[in-house]
């Protein structure tokens, strides 16, 4: 199972990065290893690319729609014998599965405009908007 984080981009970070992937890329990689002492950097680092995740807004579509909560903030999904996790925060979700579901993916897009995918262990990243 991989791991994926899905950050919602703010439109202006989406304008300076659609065409450089690899930088936001690293940026978000950067702020992930960040070290503690540096926490107020990176919070005002984060408030500059990302909005934060209306948790209650996503939880309430999943609870919606029939999908498991298995723990405060998580989320099991099952489609087509894929079982993915989804685990809502509120500066990004992470995203536990095998296949990525064109379902979650409508989802999401719904709520937020500019939304980046990572892997951060695998050094992959996409924009949402570019998968079909």
């Known amino acids: 199972m991989e791991t994926y984080h899905i950050f919602a981009i703010k439109k202006e970070a989406y304008n300076a990065y659609k065409n450089n992937e690899y930088s936001l890329y690293k940026l978000i990689y950067n702020l992930y290893n960040l070290n503690k002492e540096d926490i107020n950097y990176g919070l005002t680092l984060y408030n500059q690319l990302c909005f934060p995740i209306n948790k209650k807004l996503i939880e309430e579509y999943l609870e919606l729609i ?15 014998k894929n079982i993915s996790i989804l685990i809502i925060k509120p500066s990004n979700i992470i995203y536990k ?26 050094k992959e990243y996409i924009w949402i908007n570019n998968i079909e």
């Open 97 to 122: 599965t095998n296949k990525i579901s064109k379902d979650i993916i409508y989802i999401l897009k719904s709520y937020y405009k500019y939304l980046f995918i990572c892997n951060l262990d695998k």
């Open 66 to 80: 029939h999908k498991k909560r298995v723990g405060k903030n998580r989320y099991m999904i099952s489609e087509n």
